[in-house]
């Protein structure tokens, strides 16, 4: 081989080697490139960091494979999108948390107004299926919201009919059934007070002997007497004692007719006072007064 044939030899040959070097250096900058874009995309991922993606999407570019890059833009793209989703969706799960818990049906059609403009179907649909549950449960509160409206109103009804009955009791003028043989045991003369079952510190609707007073129920119906009123005696007096009060001025100056069925707390040594007169109401006992008051006894217990 002469000399300029070794020369030509040697030069095809550290050709050849060169060309093969750069080939695998080429290759390892791709390898490499597209290693280091892959790397930061997954970072991207895990930060979720607007910073972080900028990044990816700028080492995305210096990538020269095609089909990695166009893999690699699509993750990127993918991620932003699940981010967005991620900011929608608190956003609206925060305004229809707030609107649950306090009901308020205006607020919750401002958020429904709001919901068209969410671009994702299936966030869409999410909330349409919760508004739909925190409308039943505002629809289920002003339903119990009537109800109570309405019991409330049955119960104002109730104590004013109540209260009007024991206005009614305490302003009848009862004419009793008095027999024609009747006889007058004994006379006494002296104070008479008024109490009620409906006081001011709680009075609990029962006279001490156990007749109930409620709801105007402040007369008692004798089989001899008929309709009475009620008072409270002395313990001389046994219950069921009949008494006419003479001349009284509260009623406009009539006898009236009462039966001894109570023990009353004016009523003691000295007798402060003889009889303690049952009103309905607080008020009028305390109108009643103290009076001085001519009494006879006509029938001593039953």
């Known amino acids: 081989m ?10 095809i040959v550290l050709s050849a080697f060169l060309f093969t070097y750069s080939l695998v250096t080429f ?39 095609n089909g990695t890059k166009e893999y690699l833009k699509s993750n990127i793209i993918d991620l932003e999108e ?7 969706n608190k956003k609206y799960t925060t305004l229809l948390d707030e609107v649950e818990s306090s009901l308020d049906e ?21 909330y ?7 409308n039943d449960k505002i629809t289920a509160k002003k339903e119990e919201e009537e ?30 059934n008095v027999p024609q043989d009747v006889s007058v045991i004994e006379y006494i003369s002296g104070k008479v007070t008024a109490f009620t ?22 007369h008692y119906y004798d089989k001899t007497y008929g309709k009475v009123y009620i008072v409270a005696g002395d313990p001389s007096y046994p219950l069921g004692t009949i008494v006419r009060l003479k ?37 009028n006992a305390n109108k009643f007064g103290v009076r001085y008051i001519n009494c006879e006894i006509l029938r001593l217990g039953y």
């Open 197 to 218: 079952p409906y006081c001011s510190d709680g009075c609990h609707g029962y006279v001490a002997s156990g007749m109930y007073v409620g709801d105007g129920n402040i």
């Open 106 to 126: 205006n607020k919750l059609n401002e958020i429904i107004n709001i919901i068209e403009e969410v671009k994702y179907d299936d966030l869409k649909q999410e």
């Open 2 to 11: 002469n000399r300029n044939s070794l020369l030509s030899y040697i030069f």
């Open 147 to 176: 109800r109570q409206r309405i019991l409330e109103e049955q119960e104002r009804k109730r104590k004013e009919e109540a209260y009007n009955r024991l206005v009614s009791a305490d302003n009848e003028i009862v004419n009793s």
């Open 247 to 283: 001349n009284v001025d509260y009623f406009g100056g009539r006898d009236i007719y009462a039966i001894v069925l109570d023990r009353g707390g004016a009523i003691g040594k000295g007798r402060r006072a003889i009889f303690d007169l049952l009103f309905a109401l607080e008020g």
């Open 82 to 88: 699940d981010i967005e989703k991620d900011n929608v």
């Open 128 to 134: 349409n299926n919760r508004v739909s549950i925190i």
């Open 27 to 65: 290759d390892g900058t791709i390898k490499y490139r597209s290693e280091i874009a892959r790397k930061k995309v997954e970072e991207a991922r895990e930060n979720r960091d607007d910073k972080t993606i900028e990044e990816a999407k700028l080492l995305i570019e210096d990538v020269i494979e």
